[in-house]
């Protein structure tokens, strides 16, 4: 086997551990920063520092050891990498041709340098002045019959004063059209949980975990996604709280973990069993083990035992009956098929959360990306509603975001469906009437272009074309648009998927020392749990001609309004004043925002059903019903299987830090399809062998991917899994969840073909 060969072996070792500690070492040196990446990791996470820009999880409140996590790590050695992207590189290469190359090998270029302009003469990006960027922006802007004509993506490590103040911008200006990660993301969460408990957000914190009796982690790979998570759930274990994981993909961290910041463990090699129960469940099935859990409470109480809180139940709910007579109609024959578990283990699983007097949900992608995942989270809040897991230490739901400020971002208006209260807040505090209409989320900006009504899109942060679903449908539509914006720090295929015109606009990243006229400043950043720190970077930007992204902001303002009521200069030098203005549009949870964010550790919003308060129509919680035990249309035909794309451990969604994936044994592939051994042979087919799938869906459109080999992997039968980008093709725009928009992309229905002669 040479060198560079794919190579699948079993991981035996404990995640984390270290393996976590030499693969810290090993980027860092990739990138060349050992010393400032190492100075830089010292500053992550604690007070006075900078936020990880890597995932949404809280920072622990004590501050005795170091916080941050290999994939961490990884995230900020990527950032503050020595490689660069400069107006050299650009004279060098052009557009098709840096289109030959793989996105592993765009990031690995380097940091952006300077403003560059697209020039289809030569198709090659050349350099711009800003005020010449900006001023393309605005006659864009304002060439548009309508503003509904332009889209607005947000990706989730935009800080709350930026974002806030895009939103304003983008109201101002005149539209809704607010696409952004959280749609392909939480927004299940974000859209289920207000008609279920008055907030769409989590109700944990990170003390919580040291009280729950019982965890459960639906859908969710922490030790890759959320590392730092993994020390509350090792702890919790170590003093015997069980702890639930429900996933078709037995993942290492799920199951034996050593804690990289546990010297004794380190040092003796030991490590924690973290599941006390994993449950191997098929894609989709979530509704029916939830439901299956729901049923044996229901039988239980029946017999005389009391399972549920009926006190809190009276007070604090309704919907009780409707919820009983929906689980009484499902039966076990129909509930262990749609599981693929059987009875026996839901009845365990259900045993563990009866006994549990506090128990805390977590769950990720594997809930949310369905095409009911709004309804299957109302689901999990139902079985917490049962026995009044909410408003009490150790209990709650406790959704595992994305993106290090995407619950922040949303909390501060990148919202296509804005309230109509919060709209009269920014007509009072700004003077200007802002649209009421609902705007596009992702998918529906993709439509508007694909029909031609959209014509300009600005990107802040992110990788939206390779993100998105249905890949080539959704290169088309970028290539129709008059102008595609892309502000960034790293060049991604999105700046050369592009417009007519196109612009990259490079940024100052969250690691990075913020200097103004009025001095240093920070940002804030709303953590999954609700907390609200400062971050200030420690690090110099690369290079002179980067802007701040609030001043990349305010600047496209002033070119596209001129008669703006805002004083849109003065918030990019003093960021104090934003944050009056954001306490003055949420003054409910924002109220003295700048005296508050002087406590070393941030502040916490307030999340009312902590509090046993429901901001709902009827004033209390709400069991909600969907019938069935699907949560994904059922596809008719035998050769199907659902395919989830999910995350390698070397990656940050559309960034590949490498093609290994430590965890999983896979190494120097990412064209992969894991697979159950009885679906493979059931097939014809062996390990090692190279197939292409094909999407089942009946719209005219071939979604088709050559090349994946086939891996031996322990999934749940039926259920197959892949790498997100790589399979984006295959996920087609129509596929979504309706009430929040969110793509099903981990319930794909494929067949496996032979691959193109
Ligand atoms: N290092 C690193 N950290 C990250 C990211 C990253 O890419 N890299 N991305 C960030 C972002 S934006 C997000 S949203 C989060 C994502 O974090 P996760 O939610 O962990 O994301 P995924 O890896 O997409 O998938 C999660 C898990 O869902 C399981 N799964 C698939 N289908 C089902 C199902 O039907 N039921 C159940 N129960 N499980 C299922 C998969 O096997 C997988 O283990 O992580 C954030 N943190
Ligand atoms: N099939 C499938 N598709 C998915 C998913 C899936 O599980 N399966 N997951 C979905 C999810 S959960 C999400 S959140 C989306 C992610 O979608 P996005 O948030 O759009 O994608 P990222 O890959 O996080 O964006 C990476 C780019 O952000 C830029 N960037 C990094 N840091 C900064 C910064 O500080 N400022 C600015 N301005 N730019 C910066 C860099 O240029 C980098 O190339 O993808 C979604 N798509
Ligand atoms: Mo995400």
């Not at 947000?154 to 939103?167: Q, V």
């Not at 991604?492 to 969250?510: E, F, Q, S, T």
Request: hydrophobic share 40%; with cysteine; aromatic share 8%.
């Amino acid at each position: 086997m040479s060198a560079d060969a794919p190579r699948y072996r079993i991981y035996t070792s404990p995640a984390g551990g270290w393996g976590a500690a030499a693969a810290t070492a090993k980027v860092l040196m990739e990138q060349s920063v050992v010393t400032k990446g190492s100075r830089a990791l010292l500053a992550m996470n604690q007070p006075g520092g900078f936020k990880c820009p890597s995932c949404a999880f809280p920072d622990a409140t004590c501050t005795k050891k170091l916080e941050f996590c290999e994939n961490g790590a990884k995230a900020l050695a990527h950032e503050a990498t020595k490689f660069r992207v400069t107006r050299e590189f650009f004279a060098e290469h052009s557009v098709s041709e840096l289109m030959g190359q793989s996105d592993y090998w765009l990031e690995m270029q380097g940091r952006l340098t300077e403003p560059m302009r697209y020039d289809p003469a030569s198709d090659h990006y050349v350099p711009v002045s800003w005020d010449d960027a900006f001023a393309l922006i605005g006659r864009h802007l304002h060439a548009l019959d309508s503003p509904h004509h332009a889209e607005f993506y947000t990706s989730g490590r935009t800080a709350n004063e930026t974002a806030f103040l895009y939103s304003i911008f983008v109201r101002e200006y005149g539209t809704n059209n607010f696409p952004d990660c959280s749609n392909m993301c939480h927004e299940p969460t974000s859209r289920g949980l207000p008609p279920s408990i008055g907030i769409g957000k989590g109700t944990v914190v990170l003390d919580d975990f040291e009280h729950a009796e019982a965890i459960f982690l639906i859908g969710h790979n922490a030790g890759t996604n959320a590392p730092r998570m993994m020390t509350p759930l090792v702890e919790a274990r170590k003093r015997g709280a069980p702890i639930v994981a429900v996933n078709p993909m037995p993942e290492r961290a799920l199951v034996r973990f050593t804690e990289p910041q546990d010297i004794v463990q380190m040092a003796t090699f030991g490590s924690t069993e973290v599941t006390s129960e994993f449950v191997h469940i098929k894609i989709g099935g979530d509704l029916a083990l939830i439901k299956g859990m729901m049923k044996v409470m229901f039988e239980r109480d029946a017999a005389g035992e009391a399972v549920f809180d009926q006190g809190f139940i009276s007070e604090h709910t309704e919907g009780f009956a409707a919820l009983r007579a929906d689980i009484a109609a499902q039966d076990w024959p129909a509930i262990v098929a749609a599981s693929g578990l059987d009875e026996a283990q839901i009845r365990r699983c259900a045993d563990i959360y009866i006994r549990s007097n506090a128990t805390i949900i977590c769950y990720g992608m594997g809930v949310t990306q369905h095409q009911q995942g709004s309804q299957l989270v109302q689901q999990i809040a139902n079985l917490l509603l049962l026995k009044g897991n909410f408003g009490k230490p150790g209990a709650g739901i406790s959704p595992i975001r994305g993106h290090s400020n995407v619950q922040g971002d949303r909390t501060v208006g990148i919202d296509e469906r804005p309230s109509q209260a919060y709209l009269d807040k920014v007509r009072e505090v700004f003077g200007f009437e802002p649209p009421r209409d609902h705007g596009h989320h992702t998918v529906e900006s993709i439509e508007a272009m694909l029909n031609g009504s959209a014509k300009v899109f600005i990107g802040l942060g992110g990788n939206f074309v390779r993100a998105v679903p249905d890949t080539d449908r959704s290169y088309d539509a970028m290539r129709q648009l008059d102008l595609t914006v892309g502000i960034a720090t790293k060049l991604n295929r999105g700046h050369l998927v592009h417009g007519k015109d196109a612009l990259i606009l490079p940024v100052i990243a969250r690691s990075e020392r913020i200097e103004t006229a009025a001095g240093e400043q920070f940002v804030t950043i709303e953590d999954s749990m609700s907390n609200v720190t400062a971050s200030r970077g420690v690090l110099d930007p690369p290079s002179e001609h980067l802007l701040t992204e609030t001043e990349i902001v305010c600047r496209m303002a002033l070119a596209t309004l001129p008669n703006s009521k805002i004083d849109w200069a003065s918030y990019i030098d003093d960021y104090s004043l934003i944050r009056d203005k954001i306490a003055a549009v949420y003054p409910s949870i924002y109220e003295g925002f700048s005296e508050r964010i002087k406590a070393p550790l941030g502040f916490h919003l307030d999340i009312p059903p902590r509090r046993r308060a429901w901001a709902t129509p009827n004033g209390k919680a709400n069991f909600l019903v969907l019938p069935g035990l699907a949560v994904n249309a059922p596809v008719d035909d035998p050769s199907m299987l659902r395919l989830a794309t999910v995350r390698s451990h070397d990656q940050f969604n559309t960034t590949i830090y490498s093609y290994n994936d430590r965890y999983r044994g896979v190494y120097n592939d990412r064209m992969v399809l894991f697979m159950n051994a009885d679906d493979i042979a059931d097939r014809g087919l062996e390990t090692g062998a190279k197939v292409a799938l094909e999407t089942i869906i009946d719209d005219g459109v071939v979604r088709r991917v050559e090349g994946l080999t086939i891996i031996d992997y322990p999934m749940s039968r039926g259920s197959v899994a892949g790498y997100y980008p790589e399979l984006n093709p295959l996920l087609p725009l129509g596929h979504y969840d309706k009430t929040s928009g969110c793509p099903a992309a981990k319930a794909i229905p494929v067949r496996v073909a032979p691959m193109a002669a």
